[in-house]
């Protein structure tokens, strides 16, 4: 039967995949993508890496497809004539011989393995006790990968300031995206005073959990930014102002502790980065505390967009029509 499922799961991937690449209309390209995301979560869950099933359902499915949704929408006017192009047919046999070559170099890859496959799961396995947390992941991604995951949080923060950038001179400083407007009585802003709640309950127990069990700051920080979307366009909120000293302060405030506790390794234990005997899981956890905001500050000025209202009253009527 387990293996009956996984053959279902496994083709409905591969169909989900191609049906992505070969829609012609971007919003049923995204929605198979977002689609691909959750049933790859699912792939992940079977294979006992339900971290990485939380952040594939979070970060693949939920939050990259609301950016590419996004994205759609922008391109709408456009899409028309971009379907109505066709490619020549010595650019499709281009396309399909370097499709089918990179899929047999990575398949002869796989096949070139050595048995059993190199891995360096017994050292991770054998040092863990070391870093004071119980869930391997975490231990990874802030011990043994902890540079990895400090220029991650770097290139989120190069990636809004990107995002900002897409403004125009006249909102710069302003608020990101359209303020929302709903009826005060509706479901939606019924669901957005019940929902927050609970989600800042899961979100920070996941925060909590993730240094022993199956959670973390990037899964965490998903369902808090959803939360606060989920305020915003409700129409109960309005987007911070990006000029707002809070704001940004938030969003360096992580990368610059990571960094500060990578210059104090150097000090105490010798190595950026390192962590003297007995403080890894502190050290370890005042970065993920400081990651945090910086985490959900981001992916929510992310999802609402470069900056499309000034300071003045006109910037905003115009806008919001």
Same mark, same amino acid.
Request: charged letters at 10%; aromatic letters at 8%; proline letters at 6%.
């Given at each position: 039967?387990?293996?009956?499922?996984? +053959?279902?799961?496994?083709?409905?991937?591969?169909?989900?995949? !191609?049906? $992505?690449?070969?829609?012609?209309?971007?919003?049923?390209?995204?929605?198979?993508?977002?689609?691909?995301? !959750?049933?790859?979560?699912?792939?992940?869950?079977?294979?006992?890496?339900?971290?990485?099933?939380?952040?594939?359902?979070?970060?693949?499915? +939920?939050?990259?497809?609301?950016?590419? !949704?996004?994205?759609?929408?922008?391109?709408?006017?456009?899409?028309?004539?971009?379907?109505?192009?066709?490619?020549?047919?010595?650019?499709?046999?281009?396309?399909?011989?370097? %499709?089918? %070559? &990179?899929?047999?170099?990575?398949?002869?890859?796989?096949?070139?393995?050595?048995?059993?496959?190199?891995?360096?799961?017994? /050292?991770?396995?054998?040092?863990?006790?070391?870093?004071?947390?119980?869930?391997?992941?975490?231990?990874?991604?802030?011990?043994?990968?902890?540079?990895?995951?400090?220029?991650?949080?770097?290139?989120?923060?190069?990636? !809004? &300031?990107?995002?900002?950038?897409?403004?125009?001179?006249?909102?710069?400083?302003?608020?990101?995206?359209?303020?929302?407007?709903?009826?005060?009585?509706?479901?939606?802003?019924?669901?957005?005073?019940?929902?927050?709640?609970?989600?800042?309950?899961?979100?920070?127990?996941?925060?909590?959990?993730?240094?022993?069990?199956? +959670?973390?700051?990037? /899964?965490?920080? $998903?369902?808090?930014?959803?939360?606060?979307?989920?305020? /915003?366009?409700?129409?109960?909120?309005?987007?911070?102002?990006?000029?707002?000293?809070?704001?940004?302060?938030?969003?360096?405030?992580?990368?610059?502790?990571?960094?500060?506790?990578?210059?104090?390794?150097?000090? $105490?234990?010798?190595?950026?980065?390192?962590?003297?005997?007995?403080?890894?899981?502190?050290?370890?956890?005042?970065?993920?505390?400081?990651?945090?905001?910086?985490?959900?500050?981001?992916?929510?000025?992310?999802?609402?967009?470069?900056?499309?209202?000034?300071?003045?009253?006109?910037?905003?009527?115009?806008?919001?029509?």
């Amino acid at each position: 039967m387990t293996t009956l499922v996984g +053959g279902v799961v496994t083709l409905l991937l591969l169909w989900l995949a !191609l049906w $992505t690449v070969v829609a012609r209309d971007a919003f049923l390209a995204v929605a198979g993508f977002v689609v691909y995301g !959750l049933l790859l979560s699912l792939v992940w869950v079977r294979l006992a890496g339900i971290d990485v099933a939380l952040t594939e359902a979070a970060i693949g499915g +939920g939050l990259s497809g609301a950016l590419l !949704l996004g994205a759609v929408g922008r391109l709408r006017g456009t899409e028309v004539a971009a379907a109505a192009e066709r490619s020549g047919a010595g650019t499709r046999v281009v396309a399909i011989v370097a %499709s089918v %070559s &990179v899929s047999v170099v990575l398949s002869l890859c796989v096949l070139a393995l050595p048995e059993p496959a190199p891995t360096l799961a017994p /050292q991770v396995a054998r040092m863990l006790p070391s870093t004071g947390v119980g869930n391997p992941i975490t231990g990874v991604l802030l011990a043994f990968r902890a540079l990895d995951t400090l220029l991650e949080a770097i290139v989120l923060v190069i990636a !809004l &300031v990107g995002v900002w950038s897409l403004a125009p001179d006249r909102f710069w400083g302003g608020r990101p995206g359209l303020r929302y407007m709903t009826d005060p009585d509706g479901i939606l802003a019924y669901l957005a005073r019940l929902l927050p709640p609970i989600g800042i309950v899961v979100g920070m127990y996941l925060f909590w959990a993730g240094a022993d069990h199956p +959670g973390g700051k990037f /899964q965490s920080a $998903t369902i808090l930014a959803a939360m606060w979307m989920l305020v /915003q366009m409700a129409g109960l909120a309005d987007a911070p102002r990006i000029d707002n000293r809070w704001v940004r302060g938030g969003v360096v405030i992580g990368p610059l502790a990571f960094v500060a506790v990578g210059a104090l390794g150097a000090w $105490t234990a010798g190595a950026f980065l390192g962590y003297p005997d007995g403080w890894a899981k502190p050290m370890i956890v005042a970065i993920e505390v400081a990651l945090l905001p910086t985490l959900v500050l981001i992916l929510a000025l992310l999802l609402n967009g470069a900056p499309a209202r000034g300071a003045d009253p006109a910037a905003v009527r115009s806008s919001r029509r």
